[in-house]
């Protein structure tokens, strides 16, 4: 079974900080993505990412950065953050072959104070 | 990638009885995924369609596709309290291959009363 660990359930950060959220997977996927989910809104794709060192933007990137420095490990930075930013924030990984479904992480719920 | 729209946008109903979820999409698809998402949680994948299948089966769960009204539908036959949850669709386009990325919707949220 895939195993996708973020590093955090629950986080409390303050409006400016750096925040750096952690994801962590076992099953040597190419793809690797962050979602965050808002009520109302749904899942909106932040950035992706399909190999090492390489990153696409999703639909909302702005105020958001990533990095891949390893094949398993996929951050997700917040510069300086907003209490705009507070939110369910989820991870995936996605094998190569071409109907290979999503495996999320459990999720990190961030609040910005 | 597009995004699929779940109608209702929540259900309630009694244990025992058939649970129906709807999702709708604009063009053409390459196959459409289920997952739901327990609450707090992440999604977890139940069942892909292929644009070339009209109905797929998985233990209680069956899928079906047309694509001539670009629409699939899940049912949940005799719903236990424990399905309760969110239920979202992904269609997935043509293009892109491995790396598409899926899209997904607000969700339908399903409340099965014991």
């Known amino acids: 079974d895939v195993k996708v660990t973020q590093s955090s359930r629950y986080l409390v950060k303050r409006t400016g900080e750096k925040v750096f959220l952690e994801c962590v997977q076992d099953?040597?996927?190419?793809?690797m993505f962050w979602y965050r989910q808002d009520p109302g809104l749904g899942l909106r794709l932040i950035y992706f990412s399909y190999d090492v060192k390489m990153k696409e933007k999703g639909d909302i990137p702005e105020g958001y950065s990533v990095s891949r420095e390893k094949k398993e490990r996929f951050s997700l930075i917040l510069e300086s953050a907003s209490t705009n930013q507070t939110s369910m924030y989820l991870c995936?990984?996605?094998?190569?072959?071409?109907?290979?479904?999503?495996?999320f992480g459990n999720g990190t719920r961030l609040t910005v104070t | 990638s597009q995004q699929g729209e779940e109608d209702p946008q929540a259900l309630s109903i009694q244990e025992g009885e058939n649970a129906t979820m709807n999702c709708s999409y604009k063009t053409s698809i390459n196959n459409l995924q289920w997952y739901r998402q327990n609450s707090g949680r992440g999604l977890v994948h139940l069942i892909l369609i292929r644009s070339n299948e009209r109905e797929k089966h998985s233990g209680r769960l069956r899928v079906t596709l047309d694509t001539s009204k670009k629409s699939s539908s899940l049912l949940i036959t005799a719903s236990r309290a424990a399905d309760t949850a969110s239920y979202f669709c992904a269609p997935t386009s043509h293009y892109g291959g491995a790396t598409n990325k899926l899209i997904f919707g607000t969700g339908t949220l399903l409340a099965v009363q014991p």
């Open positions: 995936a990984t996605r094998g190569t072959v071409n109907n290979s479904p999503l495996h």
């Open positions: 099953m040597d996927h190419e793809n």
